[in-house]
Antibody, heavy 117, light 110 residues
Framework: QVQLVESGGGLVKPGGSLRLSCAASGFTFSDYYMSWIRQAPGKGLEWVSYISSSGSTIYYADSVKGRFTISRDNAKNSLYLQMNSLRAEDTAVYYC??????????WGQGTLVTVSS | QSALTQPASVSGSPGQSITFSCTGTSSDVGGYNYVSWYQQHPGKVPKLMIYEVSNRPSGVPDRFSGSKSGNTASLTISGLQAEDEADYYCSSYTSSSTLVFGGGTKLTVL
């Protein structure tokens, strides 16, 4: 069965950096584009970024462009999100999700990122 | 990248039909048939309920249906059940090749 397991969240100070990982299993990872989607506490979903199956095509939300970098390692079945210059408003649960035809059909359990001094 | 517009809350009684709206622009909802709907119970992971406007993934009850007219997409739940109480989010592909979500609608089953 499809499994997505995020890791790397935690408490970081404003201006700091964090790298999130998502380990995928149960499907051919290299066949699918992947997304990061976040949800601030008590708030709605916000799409962050997606990367194509080969990694050649990447898009970001304006709110994170220039600060976040998405990447993948198909040999390791892993997705990453490098987050730099973190702000309080980046505090959220970050989900990785499998993409298919501009929908996200499987989601991980999420990892909490808290940006606070 | 403005969020799609959804009503904050809707409510209905068991057995009723209810419809959620999701309003965007011609650059997102109106321009593409890539509207998805997600259900999220409190403390749980979002679940895909509808994709490409009106398609249901396997395992989603046929009580859930989707449609679109112009810049507004809709999710209808017929035969409302207590377990349907959750937050519902729409999402659309955009002309910028990005994705955008709505603010979400909280469904209360009375």
């Amino acid at each position: 069965q499809v499994q997505l397991v995020e890791s790397g969240g935690g408490l970081v100070k404003p201006g700091g950096s964090l790298r999130l990982s998502c380990a995928a299993s149960g499907f051919t990872f290299s066949d699918y584009y992947m997304s990061w989607i976040r949800q601030a506490p008590g708030k709605g979903l916000e799409w962050v970024s997606y990367i194509s199956s080969s990694g050649s095509t990447i898009y970001y939300a304006d709110s994170v462009k220039g600060r976040f970098t998405i990447s993948r390692d198909n040999a390791k079945n892993s997705l990453y999100l490098q987050m730099n210059s973190l702000r309080a408003e980046d505090t959220a649960v970050y989900y990785c999700a499998r993409g298919r035809g501009y929908r996200n059909d499987y989601w991980g359990q999420g990892t909490l990122v808290t940006v606070s001094s | 990248q403005s969020a799609l517009t959804q009503p904050a809350s809707v409510s209905g009684s068991p057995g009723q039909s209810i419809t959620f709206s999701c309003t965007g622009t011609s650059s997102d909802v109106g321009g593409y048939n890539y509207v998805s709907w997600y259900q999220q119970h409190p403390g749980k992971v979002p679940k895909l309920m509808i994709y490409e406007v009106s398609n249901r993934p396997s395992g989603v009850p046929d009580r859930f249906s989707g449609s679109k007219s112009g810049n507004t997409a809709s999710l209808t739940i017929s035969g409302l059940q207590a377990e349907d109480e959750a937050d519902y989010y729409c999402s659309s592909y955009t002309s910028s090749s990005t994705l955008v979500f709505g603010g979400g609608t909280k469904l209360t089953v009375l």
